[in-house]
């Protein structure tokens, strides 16, 4: 759980960070960029431990957790990006 909390903290970031610094009507352009980092993060993560055991459910966990913080940010922002 230790490598997963990063990427989720990470999502919470980035979601924060579009909804503070982005247009309204670019939110939903740059969300899918969060998610896109915090892929990447995911992996280079599990890869920089370098433990075979759980893998799959650490990977599996950082990213789903990732999906719905950024489900949640984009049911909060797509309303405001279409009204823009």
Same mark, same amino acid.
């Given at each position: 759980?230790?490598?997963?909390?990063?990427?989720?903290?990470?999502?919470?970031?980035?979601?924060?960070?579009?909804? #503070?610094? !982005?247009?309204?009507?670019?939110?939903? *352009?740059? $969300?899918?960029?969060?998610?896109? %980092?915090?892929?990447?993060?995911? =992996?280079?993560?599990?890869?920089?431990?370098?433990?075979?055991?759980?893998?799959?459910?650490? #990977?599996? !966990?950082?990213?789903?957790?990732?999906? *719905?913080? $950024?489900?949640?940010?984009?049911? %909060?922002?797509?309303?405001?990006? =279409?009204?823009?």
């Amino acid at each position: 759980m230790k490598s997963v909390a990063p990427v989720w903290l990470v999502a919470v970031l980035g979601a924060v960070s579009v909804a #503070v610094l !982005a247009e309204p009507e670019n939110y939903l *352009v740059f $969300l899918p960029v969060v998610l896109g %980092v915090t892929t990447l993060l995911t =992996f280079g993560i599990q890869l920089g431990i370098r433990r075979k055991e759980g893998y799959v459910n650490r #990977v599996t !966990a950082s990213v789903t957790g990732a999906v *719905v913080i $950024l489900i949640l940010a984009t049911a %909060v922002l797509a309303p405001i990006s =279409f009204a823009a």
